[in-house]
């Protein structure tokens, strides 16, 4: 069974608005969670790496105002799109690490921005 | 810098055949791989891993090779099913031990019945 949740698995929402993605492990605690973006036939990029207790650590190039990223909690991660246009419509993947190094991913969340 | 990269984006092969899927990589500091198996619209799924102390390791019907000689990597197929079709990526941990995964383009395997 998956050990990763993602939720919610789909969401639109309106141009202008913000929306949040969570993502949790369920049967372990996660102090390191990551955050993708897929583009169809694409692969996964890196957007960010979630640290319990502490601010997220961006990639380059990806706007911290714009997908905020908490982790307020050893099981629980949020990425937050706000102000969400319709080219921040894509595919949203989540990871948490386990014990030494490996990693679950969730199952991804379609976000589509009308 | 640092990348991964597959020699194939599609590979069809017959049920019942054996697949191989390859992977190259360029940080030969990385000590951590990974092989994801990816149906459409869903998340990745761990498939099996190696570490760089480590040439070969082996699953359920799939097998893994390291060539750290040459920064290869291989995923083999064994007996491959109509439900191995999916899209395959190869990931290696960046350089520091930081847990963060750097993907290959992936590879769309089709398993013709």
């Known amino acids: 069974g998956a050990v990763v949740s993602q939720h919610p698995s789909r969401v639109i929402c309106k141009s202008g608005t913000s929306v949040k993605i969570e993502c949790r492990s369920l049967d372990f605690q996660a102090t390191t969670m990551f955050w993708y973006r897929q583009f169809p036939k694409q692969s996964l990029m890196l957007m960010a790496t979630s640290n319990e207790g502490s601010k997220a650590t961006y990639e380059q190039g990806v706007e911290k105002d714009k997908f905020l990223i908490n982790h307020a909690s050893l099981t629980l991660s949020t990425l937050t799109v706000t102000s969400a246009h319709p080219e921040d419509s894509s595919f949203y993947i989540c990871?948490?690490?386990?014990?030494?190094?490996?990693?679950?991913f969730g199952e991804g969340s379609w976000l589509t921005v009308v | 810098g640092e990348s991964v990269g597959l020699h194939l984006p599609t590979l069809s092969v017959q049920e019942g055949d054996n697949s191989i899927i390859n992977c190259a990589y360029s940080?030969?500091?990385?000590?951590?791989f990974i092989w994801y198996k990816q149906e459409s619209g869903k998340g990745p799924q761990f498939i099996i891993d190696i570490r760089s102390n480590m040439d070969k390791r082996q699953g359920q019907r799939v097998t893994v090779l390291l060539n750290k000689t040459v920064k290869h990597l291989s995923l083999q197929i064994a007996a491959t099913q109509p439900g191995d079709s999916a899209v395959y990526f190869c990931a290696e941990t960046a350089s520091g031990n930081t847990g963060k995964l750097i993907f290959g383009q992936g590879t769309t395997l089709q398993v013709k019945p």
């Open positions: 940080n030969s500091a990385s000590d951590y």
């Open positions: 990871s948490a690490r386990r014990y030494g190094n490996t990693i679950y």
